[in-house]
């Protein structure tokens, strides 16, 4: 979906934290009726959690982890996007892939 791309991989990073971290900021930063989307918002996510909860082994008490695994996957792609920037390629069971012929779909 990124194609190996550092745009792609930065626009991710930024959607990411604004539509799975927003909603935890903007109640807390949103003054008066401002505050409501971003209550909706907290609600909606906490009702996936609790319907995930009847059908899975989810407890709905993982929406409070919500924050701390968006992070985690940002930083994720953060770190992914620079290291196979810097080594121009991933490495992978030894064997190299540049990034050029990645991003051709070549491998």
Request: net charge positive.
């Amino acid at each position: 979906m990124l194609s190996f791309q550092w745009p792609r991989t930065v626009v991710s990073i930024v959607g990411l934290g604004l539509l799975n971290l927003g909603p935890f900021l903007g109640i807390w930063l949103a003054q008066g009726w401002a505050r409501l989307p971003y209550a909706i918002a907290l609600a909606s996510l906490f009702a996936i959690y609790y319907g995930m909860s009847a059908r899975s082994a989810i407890p709905p008490y993982y929406f409070f982890l919500h924050p701390v695994s968006t992070s985690l996957f940002m930083y994720i792609l953060l770190r992914s996007m620079i290291h196979a920037l810097s080594n121009d390629g991933i490495v992978w069971r030894g064997t190299k892939y540049p990034l050029e012929e990645l991003r051709k779909g070549m491998v």
